[in-house]
C-alpha cells in the first residue's frame, strides 16, 4: 500500500508541473453516467431521451464508446476516471476477488476503500492536486477518498461513508424517508436516482465543484430485470434523462451552465440473455466440486464467479495437476454458449491482468455468446437452460467488450467542445485525459487519449 501511494504520489508530482502550459477550456464539468445504457439507445427512436439528444445536437456525440473487460459496472467507472484498463487499475469486479484458500469458494467484497481498490491516480485526485473541487455522487470505489470534497459513493452503507457535510445538507433538505435506516434496501431504485440527482444539485449550486461525477443506477437494474428497448427499459430510460435536465437546470441556477462541459456515458451495454449456462453444474458433474442447498457451489476444487456474459474460472486446490487443469478447460471449449475459453496468457490481451500479477484475477476466463449468460447455480443435470429459472436474468452485460452491443453512450456538450460534432467509436479510457485537458490538467498514466477532435482548440502542451 505504500509502495503504491509513493508510486501515485510521483505520477501527481509529474501533473502539477505541466499545469502552468495548460490550458484551461472549461471552469467545470459534469459528468453524468447512466449505468446499463448502451450507444444504440441514442438512435432508437424509442427512447424517450429529449435531453440527452439535445445535448448530443448542440455538443459531440460518438457512433460508440468500447469499453472495457469485464464489461460490468465498477472496472468500467474506474476506467472512466483514470484512463485505464483493469490490468493497470486493478478492479475486476463491484468489489475485490478474494479467494479463502483451498477448496473454499472466490467472493466479491464491496466494503473496502478507494485507496484499496485503484492502483493509479484518478481524475479527483489530480484536481485536488491542482487546488480543484471535486464531488462523487455514488461513483464506485470511492470511499474514504481523500481527495474528493463532496462525496456520496457507491458501496454499502453509503450514508455511514457520505461527506458528513452534504449528509447533513441532505437530511436538512427532507431528502431521506423517515426512519430510514439502509440506503439501499429502504428505497427503490427510481428513488435512488432520484436522491443521487438532488445531491449533485444541491452540490452544483451550493460550491459549484470544478469536477462532479454523477452515477445513475436505475436503468441498469430495470434492464437486468425486463431487458433493454422494453417498454420497462423505456421508462427507466426516460427516468434518467429527467435527470440529466434536472441537473442541467441546477446549472443554470447556479450561473454556470456556458462554463460547464456536461459529458453522459455509461459503463456498459446491453443485451438479451434468455439462456443460461452453468458452468458450475458441469464442473460438479465432472467431480471438481459438490452442491448444496440451491445450488450453491461447496467445496471446489475448481469454480467460476460469474460476471453476465463472462465466467471467471478459478482453480481453487493447489492439488490440482496440470492434466486436470486442461481437463477443465477442455470441458468448456466448444460448449454450447461459450464463445471462448480465455488463458492467462492471453488475458493481455483483453486487458486483463495475469493472476501471478495480481491474484484477483481468474485462472481462466469464459465468455458467453451473445444470448448466454453464466448462472453460479451448480446443481441439475441440464447444463444450457432457460435464463432465468436456472438464475440468468432478462438482460445481461459482462460480455467481451468487442461485442458491439455492449458499447456504452457517450455524449459531450458545452464549454470547451465544438458543435455539431460525430465521432466513430471511440475507447472510455479517452474520457479521463479528455476531461483533464478541458480542465487544463494532464493525465500522463492514461492509456487513452484527449479527444482533440472534440475540443475547441487542442490543449497546449
Known amino acids: 500500500m505504500l509502495a503504491r501511494s509513493l508510486a501515485i504520489a510521483s505520477c501527481l508530482g509529474l501533473i502539477t508541473t505541466t499545469l502552468a502550459a495548460s490550458e484551461r477550456l472549461a471552469a467545470h464539468v459534469v459528468i453524468i453516467c447512466i449505468d446499463g445504457c448502451p450507444a444504440y439507445l441514442l438512435e432508437d427512436p424509442k427512447s424517450p431521451i429529449p435531453n440527452v439528444r439535445q445535448l448530443a445536437h448542440d455538443g459531440v456525440a460518438a457512433a460508440g464508446m468500447r469499453v472495457v473487460n469485464p464489461s460490468v459496472t465498477w472496472p468500467n467507472h474506474t476506467s472512466l476516471v483514470t484512463g485505464l484498463r483493469p490490468d493497470k487499475h486493478g478492479v475486476?469486479?463491484?468489489?475485490?476477488l478474494t479467494r479463502h484458500g483451498t477448496l473454499a469458494t472466490v467472493t466479491i467484497d464491496p466494503r473496502h476503500d478507494q485507496a484499496?481498490?485503484?492502483?493509479?491516480?484518478?481524475?479527483?485526485?489530480?484536481?485536488?492536486?491542482?487546488?480543484?473541487?471535486?464531488?462523487a455522487i455514488n461513483w464506485p470505489c470511492t470511499r474514504n477518498s481523500p481527495t474528493i470534497d463532496?462525496?456520496?459513493?457507491?458501496?454499502?452503507e453509503a450514508l455511514t461513508y457520505t461527506t458528513p457535510r452534504l449528509r447533513d445538507e441532505l437530511a436538512a433538505e427532507g431528502a431521506f424517508p423517515p426512519g430510514m435506516k439502509d440506503f439501499i434496501k429502504d428505497l427503490s431504485s427510481p428513488q435512488r436516482d432520484q436522491i443521487w440527482t438532488e445531491a449533485t444539485r444541491l452540490v452544483l449550486k451550493r460550491r459549484k465543484p470544478s469536477l462532479t461525477v454523477l452515477h445513475l443506477l436505475n436503468v441498469d437494474g430495470t434492464h437486468h430485470q425486463f431487458g433493454p428497448q422494453t417498454p420497462s427499459g423505456h421508462t427507466a430510460i426516460a427516468l434518467a434523462d429527467a435527470c440529466v435536465?434536472?441537473?442541467?437546470?441546477?446549472?443554470?441556477?447556479?450561473?454556470?451552465?456556458?462554463?460547464?462541459?456536461?459529458?453522459?456515458?455509461a459503463d456498459h451495454g446491453f443485451t438479451l440473455t434468455p439462456k443460461a449456462i452453468k458452468p458450475n453444474a458441469l464442473l460438479r458433474r465432472e467431480g471438481f466440486l459438490t452442491a448444496?442447498?440451491?445450488?450453491?457451489?461447496?467445496?471446489?476444487?475448481?469454480?467460476?464467479?460469474?460476471?453476465?456474459?463472462?465466467?471467471?474460472?478459478?482453480?481453487t486446490d493447489p492439488g490440482l495437476t496440470a492434466e486436470e487443469q486442461?481437463?477443465?478447460?477442455?470441458?468448456?471449449?466448444?460448449?454450447?454458449?461459450?464463445?471462448?475459453?480465455?488463458?492467462?496468457?492471453?488475458?493481455?490481451?483483453?486487458?486483463?491482468?495475469?493472476?501471478?500479477?495480481?491474484?484477483?484475477?481468474?485462472?481462466?476466463?469464459?465468455?458467453?455468446?451473445?444470448?448466454?449468460?453464466?448462472?453460479?447455480?451448480?446443481?441439475?443435470?441440464?447444463?444450457?437452460?432457460?435464463?432465468?429459472?436456472?438464475?440468468?436474468?432478462?438482460?445481461?452485460?459482462g460480455f467481451d467488450a468487442n461485442l458491439k452491443k455492449m458499447n456504452a453512450v457517450f455524449v459531450a456538450s458545452g464549454a470547451g467542445l465544438k458543435k455539431g460534432v460525430r465521432l466513430d467509436e471511440i475507447a472510455n479510457i479517452d474520457v479521463a485525459p479528455t476531461v483533464a485537458a478541458l480542465l487544463g490538467l494532464a493525465l500522463p498514466t492514461a492509456e487513452g487519449r484527449v479527444l482533440t477532435e472534440a475540443l475547441i482548440a487542442p490543449p497546449a502542451r
Do not use: C, W
Open 92 to 96: 475486476l469486479a463491484n468489489g475485490i
Open 116 to 135: 484499496e481498490l485503484i492502483h493509479g491516480p484518478t481524475l479527483f485526485d489530480v484536481a485536488h492536486e491542482a487546488g480543484l473541487t471535486t464531488a
Open 150 to 156: 463532496d462525496n456520496f459513493p457507491d458501496v454499502p
Open 245 to 265: 435536465g434536472r441537473v442541467l437546470d441546477a446549472l443554470n441556477e447556479a450561473g454556470i451552465r456556458d462554463q460547464t462541459a456536461v459529458l453522459i456515458v
Open 292 to 315: 448444496g442447498r440451491d445450488g450453491k457451489v461447496e467445496e471446489p476444487r475448481a469454480h467460476v464467479v460469474p460476471e453476465g456474459g463472462m465466467g471467471l474460472l478459478y482453480f
Open 326 to 397: 486442461q481437463r477443465i478447460r477442455r470441458l468448456f471449449e466448444g460448449h454450447e454458449g461459450i464463445a471462448q475459453v480465455v488463458e492467462p496468457q492471453q488475458f493481455s490481451q483483453f486487458g486483463l491482468p495475469n493472476p501471478k500479477a495480481n491474484e484477483q484475477m481468474a485462472d481462466l476466463a469464459l465468455f458467453a455468446k451473445d444470448g448466454f449468460g453464466f448462472s453460479g447455480k451448480a446443481d441439475g443435470e441440464v447444463i444450457v437452460a432457460s435464463g432465468e429459472p436456472s438464475g440468468v436474468v432478462a438482460g445481461n452485460h
